[in-house]
């Protein structure tokens, strides 16, 4: 299967590191034009160098903004007016007993986690639907079936946001875009190290190129038929027969 995307600009958000990284690396080296972001300019500056370096053919813009304000959004919106390939990555995550989780780390949450999404889809997506080709996933994780009992914040948002790629799935509907949401279960990175034994059927932690390979399939022709859904990426964490 040729999974090439030459001649697709793809933007990553929250990509400075980790997963976001991953999955911007993975489409460059498919032969996407990847923007990657972050809040800071030096570490959003770093994170394309990164791809550079592992793809040295490789087309990769540096926009720094925090995407969970709308100016920052705007910023990036002058930036990089459209793309075809949209991935909502940004967000955050910790452990915190549920009766200690403010209203304002709440709307926190909501704002990284949930908006910064809302507001790429809703900007970028039209676009895609006149041009008649699109694909936005979103980064969900295996906290939003299977919610935590230590990071319910994290759950609940993750929830929501394959709610919100649901519902815009929907709009794109007849189009020829396609909008998924991918479920990430335990995944290798300097916060999941003391993870050395995951619930999962693989019995390993993942790797974030995994993930970013996933996300090269649903951005290519080959994954027209695949709308609407949460695909798992989890290992076989969740256990149940569907999300």
């Given at each position: 299967m040729n999974l090439d995307l030459t001649g697709r600009r793809a933007l990553v958000s929250g990509s400075t590191q980790g997963i976001g990284l991953a999955i911007a690396t993975e489409l460059a080296r498919s032969g996407a034009a990847v923007v990657v972001n972050g809040r800071s300019e030096e570490r959003t500056e770093h994170a394309a160098e990164a791809v550079r370096r592992e793809v040295p053919d490789a087309e990769v813009t540096a926009?720094?903004?925090d995407l969970a304000s709308e100016g920052g959004a705007g910023e990036l919106f002058k930036a990089t007016p459209e793309v075809d390939i949209l991935v909502n990555n940004l967000g955050i995550y910790g452990a915190k007993p549920v009766f200690e989780i403010d209203d304002d780390e709440w709307r926190r949450y909501f704002e990284v986690n949930v908006l910064s999404a809302v507001r790429l889809i809703r900007h970028y997506l039209p676009g895609m639907m006149e041009r008649g080709f699109g694909r936005v996933m979103s980064i969900a994780s295996e906290a939003a079936v299977a919610t935590p009992l230590h990071m319910v914040h994290l759950g609940v948002t993750k929830t929501a946001l394959l709610a919100?790629?649901?519902?815009?799935?929907?709009?794109?509907?007849?189009?020829?875009?396609?909008?998924?949401?991918v479920l990430?279960?335990?995944?290798?990175?300097?916060?999941s190290e003391e993870l050395d034994d995951p619930k999962s059927l693989t019995q390993r932690l993942i790797e974030p190129a995994e993930i970013g390979q996933m996300i090269?399939?649903?951005?290519?022709t080959q994954a027209a038929a695949t709308t609407g859904g949460a695909i798992r990426v989890d290992g076989g964490y969740i256990d149940s027969i569907l999300p």
């Open positions: 926009v720094a903004g919100v790629t649901r519902g815009f799935a929907k709009a794109a509907a007849g189009t020829g875009v396609t909008v998924n949401s990430a279960g335990p995944t290798r990175g300097p916060a090269v399939y649903l951005s290519s």
